[in-house]
């Protein structure tokens, strides 16, 4: 079976420009999550979906940060404009609510912001 | 509020001993999950294991145990016969229903595995 999908898997990109993260959650997983690492901050939890309705963007840094989910299968999350500070790693990640717990982890998406 | 602590920032262990990496957390819910991720130097995440706050027995997959000791409120990951590919940082994490399904996760341990 297909993972959790992420594209692009790494950017670079000039302050100020708009960037666009993309994922593609397991089939049939109800839940997707996005992350961002970063060596300061470690892993924290940027904004939640359940059946495509987000659920919790506490979050998201500021207003430059936006995340849609259409459908079941396609999320992307924006970043408009671009700061040097948004360097990081974009995890999504998608879970099965119904049963069983585990939550999987697409590979990440690089983004550097020069 | 749920956190979680791991102490150990990195540590070193000889290649086929066993190594155990700590994790402490807190959370007043009494439903809750406990997971740990390993991430190799390319940077995903890969699940390793879960333990559910009401599972009776310690949970284990494979190389993988987690010794759960609810009062202490402690879930430590123990990887036996450490092998190369073993280095990693290693996460723990939980997630409570209280905490709206939210995985959060501690800072991780660098576990370096030495021939």
């Known amino acids: 079976d297909a993972g959790v999908i992420q594209s692009p898997r790494h950017e670079v990109t000039e302050m100020g420009q708009e960037v666009t993260l993309r994922c593609k959650p397991i089939s049939g997983h109800d839940y997707l999550f996005w992350y961002r690492q970063t060596m300061m901050r470690g892993l924290e939890l940027l904004i939640y979906f359940n059946n495509n309705v987000p659920i919790d963007d506490s979050g998201m840094p500021e207003d430059r940060f936006s995340a849609k989910m259409p459908n079941a299968s396609f999320s992307t999350l924006k970043i408009q404009p671009s700061e040097p500070r948004d360097s990081a790693v974009y995890f999504c990640a998608s879970r099965q609510g119904s049963s069983g717990n585990t939550i999987y982890f697409g590979e990440g998406s690089w983004l550097t912001v020069v | 509020a749920q956190k979680i602590t791991q102490t150990q920032p990195g540590m070193f262990v000889q290649e086929k001993e066993a190594v155990t990496l700590d994790c402490t957390y807190d959370t007043s819910d009494p439903s809750y999950g406990l997971f740990w991720y390993k991430q190799p130097s390319s940077g995903e995440m890969i699940f390793l294991i879960y333990q559910g706050s009401y599972d009776q027995q310690n949970a284990t997959e494979g190389r993988y145990s987690l010794n759960f000791q609810k009062a202490r409120k402690s879930a430590n990951l123990v990887i036996s016969a450490s092998q190369l590919g073993d280095s990693a940082m290693y996460f723990c994490?939980?997630?409570?229903?209280?905490?709206?399904?939210?995985?959060?996760f501690g800072g991780g341990t660098r576990v370096l595995v030495k021939p």
């Open positions: 994490a939980m997630r409570s229903t209280a905490a709206g399904n939210k995985l959060t």
